[in-house]
T-cell receptor
Framework: QKEVEQDPGPLSVPEGAIVSLNCTYS??????FMWYRQYSRKGPELLMY????GNKEDGRFTAQVDKSSKYISLFIRDSQPSDSATYLC????????????FGAGTRLAVHP | DAGVIQSPRHEVTEMGQEVTLRCKPI?????LFWYRQTMMRGLELLIY????????DSGMPEDRFSAKMPNASFSTLKIQPSEPRDSAVYFC?????????????FGPGTRLTVT
């Protein structure tokens, strides 16, 4: 079993939809949770970062962490075609936030 | 800032050849990371450096892989000898710790094909 599980999709939604992306993990020691966005043939870029449990909102994006369920989510409101990309969850443990474990990534397509 | 610079962007080589990938981190960053991305295994951390010193190389798959960081502005990842299963996109990333930011800035990647 992988430490971090993420449905690879693809996920196809119409413009304006609310998108929900999720990851589950097995290591209860994880403390740092991140979402990276990767456009085709580009390097990943950090979208959201959360430490421990709770919610964090940034514009149209909301990240949630539920440590009791070992489950993290990223919500995208009013999705746009420019949101079409692969979204990777990443997390790390008490050894430091540098050693990231990535999920497989979910490919999202937002069509006009 | 130009961001993280990687070269070459594409590399095609034959099995058994030596491959050297290069990375220039963002100026002033004190951490440098090498990742490998494949369809089967996703994005995996290979090794990372802090102030040019290797901190964790537990992700390096085999002795055929080696990484160096001779100074703060340059790092190499070498594969010798290369094998077809090494075909992947290799990313370099850098970060600056201590500013409250945990972001790793990724380069554009080097797409390696070993035939």
């Amino acid at each position: 079993q992988k430490e971090v599980e993420q449905d690879p999709g693809p996920l196809s939604v119409p413009e304006g939809a609310i998108v929900s992306l999720n990851c589950t993990y097995s290591n209860s020691a994880f403390q740092y949770f991140m979402w990276y966005r990767q456009y085709s043939r580009k390097g990943p870029e950090l979208l959201m970062y959360t430490y421990s449990s709770g919610n964090k909102e940034d514009g149209r994006f909301t990240a949630q962490v539920d440590k009791s369920s070992k489950y993290i989510s990223l919500f995208i409101r009013d999705s746009q075609p420019s949101d079409s990309a692969t979204y990777l969850c990443a997390m790390s443990g008490p050894g430091g936030y540098n050693k990231l474990i990535f999920g497989a990534g979910t490919r999202l397509a937002v069509h006009p | 800032d130009a961001g993280v610079i990687q070269s070459p962007r594409h590399e095609v080589t034959e099995m058994g050849q030596e491959v050297t990938l290069r990375c220039k981190p963002i100026s002033g960053h004190d951490y440098l990371f090498w990742y490998r991305q494949t369809m089967m295994r996703g994005l995996e951390l290979l090794i990372y450096f802090n102030n040019n010193v290797p901190i964790d190389d537990s992700g390096m798959p085999e002795d055929r892989f080696s990484a160096k960081m001779p100074n703060a502005s340059f790092s190499t990842l070498k594969i010798q000898p290369s094998e077809p299963r090494d075909s992947a996109v290799y990313f370099c990333a850098s970060s600056l710790v201590g500013t409250g930011s945990y972001e790793q800035y990724f380069g554009p990647g080097t797409r390696l094909t070993v035939t």
